[in-house]
């Protein structure tokens, strides 16, 4: 093994081994690729912002020193002849202090020890793949750890020919990006480019999408912008990578609109070209970007979905960015030539909580303001609830209507890992609700304008709860979450203790159980979803996701609602009942041959649906 200072040590990298040549084509000082890039030929290229040190050593762990020359806008690189993937390095820093590389690709062995030479190659036989548009999207969100009994990224690949046949066309991943120990649900992680070791690692990874695509299936990837975790964070040592001048509800900002913030900002976006380009990811789900403070012209998270919007074109792949943002804030998903951040859909949290409260009876915390059935139709027609009327749970105006009729601009949802897990004790909502209450949710998310989710379990209706967990090892740190997962409930009436998060049994008893989807009640909740998947997929009606063809009526007395949508020449009618009392529905046009298209409860008579409580009717005409 040989190191190499040479000046031209950034020109060398051939484009196929960037992500940043391969997808965007960025040629400015702070965008070359970053972390340990290694050639064929055997050569590694190791680059780091460390503007804060006189001097960056990259130490071959069994191996040589090899002193890094100091580049443009503090960036430290070097050349390294003879690596092999599995080398393992850290760097030196001034001399005296060994840590991680901050793009590490690889930590086997924790967010502590040093990081791991990984190559791109793999064997992909996904040539053919080119994504699916997000019209086509049913997502399924699923934490890898509690997916399978093993936890593993390969332990998924079994179970995805279910999923296809049940009618997802999406698997949304958690965060895998490397966090502390082996258990935590990945908004801790430390490490945003290192999949993590206890889920198998880079690799495995790959294989998991190449199946997935063999399957017909895209892959949404869950990324956390807006903060790090605390254990095994050393970012600060190397650079101003965050800021004082904003908090976020996690920790230290992140600097991304202050001196010496380009670097910062190419650090993550780098990440996110890197999940496309070398891991063939289908879509970014961007964690809460609500608490991304940023104040410059052109923010960060517009430059991030410029770049991944460059990176399709050049690529020809359908590649989407979608958002976590509870701001009701229109400019999430206008584009940037509207001086939007321009993302491709967003999280809808009102069509959630105006459907949880309608069927929970829940009106505490963030749920207070809504319930109304009245609600569930607003956002229906909107994507949002709040477009600028006073919000009781905020105490002031909220919200602004969005400016578009594209439904699939929001992806809407029953149940996320945020509304489970993050109740007291990780209650699913099979717990809290009857099966005719679960039945109603599937059909109006499944029918509803927008691209559905679904989270793991959700289809056969699991009770196993998802709780949060974690496997820190400092003491101290323990105990602060502990104290503030139970401070973090002060706005709801729930009584009790939450599991300890740090308690193994907490992560154990959130994995989900398979075997239920094949008997009783639980058989007869996927045949219904697998039915309603089928008439969204198979009918213009229902997959057209055209908000100006949407109409809706609700009556917040009878707790009924209906919802009709158009497309094609034909039409489809939703009726919902969500009371406790049977009620019949006027049908709009009784001229219209309605025929129902589902074998349920309700009858379709004399120009009128005959709801029985707590129950729906599909109709098409």
């Known amino acids: 093994m040989r190191g190499g200072r040479g000046d031209d040590a950034?020109?060398?990298?051939?484009?196929?081994?960037?992500?940043?040549?391969?997808?965007?084509?960025?040629?400015?000082p702070h965008q070359k690729p970053l972390g340990a890039i290694l050639h064929e030929d055997g050569r590694c290229e190791f680059r780091v912002w460390a503007p804060r040190r006189r001097s960056v050593d990259v130490r071959i762990i069994d191996g040589p020193t090899v002193a890094m020359r100091r580049g443009e806008w503090g960036y430290f690189e070097a050349v390294l002849d003879g690596c092999t993937e599995g080398t393992r390095y850290v760097y030196l820093l001034d001399g005296s202090v060994e840590r991680p590389d901050p793009a590490s690709r690889s930590q086997p062995d924790g967010v502590h020890a040093p990081s791991e030479v990984v190559g791109r190659d793999f064997a992909w036989r996904d040539a053919g793949w080119r994504g699916l548009p997000l019209d086509a999207y049913v997502v399924y969100e699923l934490h890898v750890g509690t997916f399978t009994e093993e936890g593993t990224l390969d332990a998924i690949v079994p179970r995805l020919p279910a999923l296809k046949e049940t009618g997802i066309t999406a698997i949304e991943l958690m965060p895998v990006g490397q966090f502390p120990g082996g258990r935590n649900w990945g908004y801790d992680g430390v490490y945003a480019g290192a999949v993590q070791n206890s889920y198998g690692g880079p690799r495995a990874l790959k294989r998991l999408v190449d199946a997935a695509h063999a399957h017909g299936l895209a892959v949404v990837l869950d990324v956390v912008y807006n903060h790090l975790g605390p254990e095994g964070n050393y970012l600060s040592e190397y650079g101003p990578y965050f800021t004082d001048r904003y908090r976020t509800p996690w920790g230290e900002a992140l600097n991304f609109d202050g001196p010496s913030s380009d670097p910062v900002r190419w650090l993550f976006i780098h990440n996110a070209l890197m999940w496309i380009d070398e891991f063939h990811i289908d879509a970014l789900r961007v964690d809460a970007v609500h608490a991304i403070v940023d104040h410059s012209a052109g923010p960060f998270l517009q430059e991030l979905t410029a770049a991944v919007r460059a990176c399709a074109s050049a690529s020809g792949r359908h590649i989407h960015t979608i958002a976590e943002s509870d701001l009701d804030d229109p400019r999430v998903i206008t584009p940037k030539e509207r001086f939007g951040l321009g993302f491709d859909a967003q999280w809808s949290d009102d069509f959630h909580h105006s459907?949880?409260?309608?069927?929970?009876?829940?009106?505490?915390?963030?749920?207070?303001g809504f319930g109304n059935v009245s609600d569930l139709a607003r956002v229906l027609k909107n994507g949002y609830l709040w477009t600028g009327q006073y919000n009781a749970y905020r105490d002031r105006r909220y919200g602004l209507k969005p400016e578009t009729v594209d439904g699939t601009q929001f992806v809407v949802c029953a149940q996320n890992h945020d509304q489970v897990g993050n109740r007291m004790t990780g209650e699913r909502l099979a717990v809290l609700v009857p099966e005719e209450d679960l039945r109603l949710?599937?059909?109006?998310?499944?029918?509803?304008?927008?691209?559905?989710?679904?989270f793991m379990g959700e289809e056969y209706g699991e009770t196993a709860p998802f709780q949060?967990?974690?496997s820190h090892s400092d003491p101290a740190l323990i105990e602060a979450v502990r104290k503030g997962r139970r401070e973090e409930f002060d706005d709801f009436a729930w009584r009790g203790e939450p599991p300890d998060p740090q308690d193994?049994?907490?992560?154990?008893?959130?994995?989900?159980?398979?075997h239920l989807r094949e008997s009783g009640h639980h058989a007869g909740l996927l045949r219904l979803h697998r039915?309603?998947?089928?008439?969204?997929?198979?009918?213009?009606?229902l997959r057209t996701l055209d908000l100006s063809a949407v109409e809706t009526h609700a009556d917040d007395e009878s707790?009924?609602?209906?919802?009709?949508?158009?497309?094609?020449?034909?039409?489809?009618?939703?009726?919902?009942?969500?009371?406790?009392?049977?009620?019949?529905?006027?049908?709009?046009?009784?001229?219209?041959p309605w025929t129902a298209a589902l074998d349920t409860p309700a009858r379709l008579a004399g120009g009128r649906i005959e709801l029985p409580p707590k129950s729906f009717s599909v109709c098409f005409g």
């Open 531 to 541: 039915e309603l998947l089928r008439l969204r997929r198979e009918n213009p009606a």
């Open 504 to 514: 193994e049994e907490t992560f154990l008893r959130s994995k989900i159980r398979w």
């Open 355 to 368: 459907l949880h409260a309608i069927l929970t009876g829940e009106r505490d915390g963030y749920y207070l």
């Open 10 to 28: 950034g020109e060398r990298v051939p484009p196929e081994s960037a992500p940043a040549a391969a997808c965007s084509g960025a040629g400015a």
């Open 559 to 592: 707790r009924t609602l209906l919802l009709l949508r158009r497309a094609a020449g034909q039409q489809a009618l939703i009726a919902f009942n969500f009371d406790a009392a049977p009620h019949a529905i006027a049908v709009p046009d009784p001229r219209v």
């Open 468 to 470: 949060y967990f974690t």
């Open 441 to 454: 949710a599937a059909a109006a998310v499944i029918l509803s304008p927008f691209v559905p989710m679904l």
